[in-house]
């Protein structure tokens, strides 16, 4: 590439991709929700971002190893003993592979995904290279982790073989640590390599989820200043909100709850109205399925066959965030008191202080699980009443509540957080629950001037990070170990353990 164009084209990079280093119904509801139509989204290669790609950043795929500024070697594998490995010059965010014990012949090539190591390229083989006759090893030039231009978040595998053997070893993915330099920016860029640019949404998870995909990379931005992905806010944006309903709303309301929070935590960050303006759609379409089945309380969704606790929850929080950002607002404030004036009477928290699903027939508790973000959204809605209103008996409960949660041993097996659905895979839904959990629970920490829930949430992620966690800063669903799968869901909840510890 001329340095011409390649110098414009880094400028326009800046501005997107800046790499940082360093109505009526039945009185009663049934007693459990049926399940949500899956919307998981499968493994594509159509994200617009080519692996095989020849990529210039700050210099072009294919320069030499002796230019690196630094050599650091994350992952290795080995096979008839041969050595491979991966070695990652963080300077340049730039990796080559190498080959060691060898004999001529033997191969030694990268892999290279965009996908968070889900796919990468037919027959890939970066740079691929042959050990020469009177050597025991070699390496591959250089290749770039990341396409800037693109915005594609990447990482690099090193693979080989013997000459006079069919099988091939890979090492497992890694990346530099550009984007990447402590718990927090790692688990983010991972979860960024799920982020689909020509969707707006992340990939191998639902529509809810992505929502709190989103919010969590939201939350990173702020908590650790890393503002290379915020271009994930308008894109999703402009793709999406016309789908569904429009304005981010669909046929249940929950759903609209969760992505009306992402549209405030945007504002939150950026400023632009537009996003406040979605965000009240979404209040408002929550509160035409308030009614007085039961007292009060909304709808889970357009059917209007259940009252459940995280859809309540949500309003609660969503309308008083509205107050608190929109000066003069009534409204908003009194829908939210309504809201936990009926939740807290509801019944759905139970003697132990834990928050049950929701309501069965005759308006009672129905006594199903006690999932984790049922604790954590109601805590993080307390703690925006509190603002609104000034009520110190709001936080005194939110403390209530938080104790309870944090010291059960049913949620917190040794310590360490677990969904009632675990050790299995949760379905598509689980997986996102401990990271709106940890996402309430860091928010109250905050508010109360003894941070009193800092040493778990410190517990947790040091846990997760330990036991939980590949060395592409993935992590699986369950905290305490081992990872099981990977998936944004997955994914999302780690980031946002990492953005509240």
């Known amino acids: 590439m001329p340095r011409s164009v390649?110098?414009?084209?880094?400028?326009?990079?800046?501005?997107?991709?800046v790499p940082h280093q360093a109505a009526a119904a039945p009185a009663g509801q049934p007693p459990a929700p049926p399940a949500k139509p899956s919307t998981v989204q499968q493994a594509s290669p159509t994200s617009g971002v080519n692996p095989l790609a020849v990529i210039c950043n700050r210099y072009c795929d294919s320069r030499d190893p002796a230019l690196a500024g630094s050599d650091r070697e994350p992952v290795s594998s080995t096979l008839y003993g041969r050595r491979f490995s991966l070695h990652v010059n963080d300077n340049d965010a730039m990796g080559w592979a190498a080959v060691t014990g060898g004999s001529p012949g033997d191969e030694a090539w990268l892999d290279r995904s965009f996908d968070g190591g889900r796919t990468w390229g037919s027959g890939s083989r970066l740079g691929a290279v042959r050990i020469p006759a009177g050597s025991t090893g070699w390496r591959t030039a250089m290749f770039n982790v990341d396409d800037w231009n693109n915005r594609g978040v990447g990482a690099l595998r090193a693979c080989g073989k013997a000459a006079d053997r069919p099988e091939i070893a890979c090492t497992p993915w890694a990346r530099s640590n550009w984007n990447a330099w402590d718990r927090r920016t790692s688990a983010a860029t991972a979860l960024m390599m799920l982020y689909r640019n020509d969707t707006g949404l992340f990939d191998t998870t639902g529509w809810w989820n992505s929502a709190n995909a989103l919010t969590a990379i939201i939350d990173n931005i702020r908590v650790s200043g890393m503002s290379s992905y915020s271009y994930a806010i308008?894109?999703?944006?402009?793709?999406?909100?016309?789908?569904g309903l429009g304005q981010f709303r669909n046929d249940y309301v929950d759903d609209t709850g969760w992505w009306a929070l992402a549209w405030v935590a945007a504002y939150d960050l950026t400023g632009d109205g537009r996003y406040l303006d979605t965000a009240r759609a979404g209040a408002d379409y929550m509160n035409s399925y308030w009614d007085g089945t039961c007292g009060g309380g909304v709808w889970w969704s357009t059917a209007r066959g259940y009252k459940n606790a995280i859809t309540n929850e949500l309003y609660i929080q969503v309308n008083a965030a509205l107050h608190n950002r929109i000066g003069g607002d009534a409204e908003y404030l009194r829908r939210a008191n309504a809201g936990w004036s009926w939740f807290s009477a509801s019944g759905m928290i139970n003697s132990g202080n834990l928050v049950n699903d929701g309501l069965a027939s005759g308006c009672a508790n129905n006594g199903q699980p006690v999932w984790s973000y049922?604790?954590?959204?109601?805590?993080?809605?307390l703690v925006e009443l509190n603002r609104a209103t000034g009520n110190a008996a709001l936080l005194t409960r939110a403390r209530q509540l938080a104790n309870a949660s944090t010291t059960n041993t049913g949620l917190n097996p040794g310590g360490i957080l677990r969904e009632p659905c675990e050790p299995s895979n949760c379905g598509g839904d689980g997986p996102s629950f401990k990271g709106?959990?940890?996402?309430?629970?860091?928010?109250?920490?905050?508010a109360l001037a003894d941070h009193p829930y800092t040493a778990y949430l410190r517990r947790q992620a040091d846990s997760a990070y330990a036991t939980d966690r590949t060395a592409l800063d993935q992590y699986g669903l369950r905290w305490a170990g081992p990872v099981d799968q990977l998936d944004a869901a997955r994914q999302q909840s780690a980031t946002d353990l990492l953005n509240a510890a």
């Not at 390649?6 to 991709?17: K, P």
């Not at 894109?235 to 016309?242: A, F, G, K, L």
């Not at 709106?436 to 905050?446: D, E, F, K, M």
């Open 6 to 17: 390649l110098a414009a084209a880094l400028v326009a990079i800046v501005a997107t991709f």
């Open 234 to 243: 308008a894109n999703t944006y402009d793709r999406n909100v016309n789908s």
């Open 374 to 381: 049922n604790q954590g959204v109601l805590l993080d809605a």
């Open 436 to 446: 709106a959990y940890v996402r309430g629970l860091g928010s109250l920490n905050a």
